[in-house]
Every structure is written in structure tokens, then in C-alpha cells.
């Protein structure tokens, strides 16, 4: 890797998670923020706000492409600590959480339901009630699987990349909710997406049977993750002179 290349990658690693987002025991209002608040060497900035540049130009499309450098960060960082420190070598799972995380950059994306009235869900409560076909909100099945993968992918990225907020978010709503029930919120949405097996759900519902009965694992490999984008973050602020040799 070109030593500009290893500069952008690990610069834009550095703004995605910055150590105040996870140490703030809030929701993220955006993953990738400017680093322009750190006194870093003009060349570093530079090529940080490129890269921001073209993500934030992608995400107001509303997609990122697939050899972005912010999915293939993702990729890079989930098949590492997947692999070598959970044993969760599953090629489906890893890409499908990685591409959870960069499309969760977007925060248009975390915060995309809504109910038949247009209001924005957050409560991990509320999604399962706007869920249920039978005594809930939900309209048909495919409604259910559609919220149901949701709370998943919501409930994963929550309780591993940002576990504190969920108590903060419990205390600030006078929500019954704690991280135990997201979790078995999530490992159940996974369980019963996987269910739909017919038809175009037919190909992915092994990926959702492997992602709820490893749910745990992807929780506990996403905290990984978490902590080595705040180690890499750490990196380029401290010893930037290295990143530029």
C-alpha cells in the first residue's frame, strides 16, 4: 500500500468513532464527523477531508459503493477480529456486518423506520409493535420481516458499538428496556427474518439463522472493532509523523 493511501485509510478510520462519541453516553448523531477539532499536520487534514468529501457525496445518494474505502475499512476490521478472536469465520455474516456498519454511517439509514403515520421509531418497543401482522401494526408478513431485520441490525449495532447509550436512552425515555432485552430483541428479529424462506427470502435466510444463533459473538466482535477504530484514532492524533513516513 502506497504510503498516501495507508494515510487516507487510516486518517479516515480516525474520523469515524471519535473517543468523545464513544465516551458520551448518547446515540451517534453521525459516524463519520470532520477531524478538523484535532491539531494535526495540514497534509493529514487534507487528505481526511477528501475522503469525507466523497463519503458524504455518496451517502446524499444514498449509496456507497462497493470498494469505498469506508466499506472496505469495515470489511478489513470485522473479518480481523471475526476471524482471529471470536472464531466467526462465516463469509455472509462478516460481509453482512460490515455492510451494516458503513450503510449505519448514514444516519437517514439507523433511524429509517417509521410508522403508518410517518413518525420516526428509536424505541426498540415501538419497532416491535409496528412488527406484529397479528396484534400490532404491522400490515402483512412482509411488513414483519422488513421491521424485524431492522431491530436487528439496529439492536446489533447498538449493543456492540455503542452498549453505554443503551441506559442512557432507557433513563431519558422512561423505557423498561436494558441491554439484556436488546440483545434477545435482536437474536429473535434475526430468528424470525431467517423464517422466510420462500421465494427472494429464500437465499439470504441462512445468513439470519447464523446471525441470530451467533448474535452474541457478533456483539462481543463489533466491541472489538469499536475499540480498535478508538486505538486507530488515537494513532493518527498522537504520531502522525509516523503515518506520514
Known amino acids: 500500500m502506497k504510503s498516501s493511501q495507508r494515510l487516507a485509510t487510516s486518517g479516515f478510520a480516525a474520523t469515524i468513532l471519535p473517543s468523545n462519541m464513544l465516551q458520551r453516553n448518547h446515540d451517534p448523531c453521525e459516524l463519520a464527523c470532520l477531524c478538523r477539532q484535532a491539531e494535526v499536520s495540514s497534509h493529514i487534514t487534507f487528505q481526511c477531508d477528501w475522503w469525507l468529501g466523497r463519503i458524504q457525496e455518496e451517502l446524499t ?16 476490521l470485522v473479518t480481523r477480529h471475526f476471524d482471529y478472536e471470536i472464531g466467526l469465520r462465516d463469509p455472509e455474516v462478516k460481509t453482512y456486518v460490515a455492510n451494516m456498519l458503513t450503510e449505519f454511517c448514514d444516519t437517514r439509514q439507523l433511524y429509517q423506520l417509521r410508522n403508518s403515520e410517518g413518525r420516526e421509531l428509536r424505541d426498540v418497543g415501538e419497532m416491535l409493535l409496528e412488527s406484529d401482522p397479528v396484534y400490532g401494526d404491522a400490515p402483512s408478513f412482509d ?6 431485520k431492522h431491530i436487528g441490525d439496529y439492536t446489533l449495532f447498538f449493543t456492540g458499538m455503542f452498549p ?17 432485552d436488546w440483545m434477545k430483541a435482536g437474536k429473535e428479529s434475526y430468528y424470525i427474518v431467517s423464517k422466510f424462506e420462500e421465494f427472494e427470502y429464500k437465499k439470504v435466510a441462512p445468513t439470519f439463522a447464523k446471525l441470530a444463533c451467533e448474535f452474541e459473538s457478533c456483539v462481543f466482535g463489533l466491541n472489538m472493532v469499536k475499540n480498535d477504530l478508538r486505538e486507530q ?13
Open 233 to 245: 484514532q488515537y494513532a493518527i492524533w498522537r504520531h502522525p509523523e509516523e503515518i506520514i513516513m
Open 61 to 76: 445518494m444514498g449509496i456507497v459503493s462497493e470498494t469505498h474505502p469506508l466499506r472496505q475499512l469495515f470489511m478489513e
Open 164 to 180: 453505554e447509550s443503551i441506559n442512557h436512552l432507557r433513563l431519558r425515555r422512561n423505557r423498561l428496556e436494558s441491554f439484556v
Open 143 to 148: 411488513r414483519e420481516r422488513q421491521v424485524r
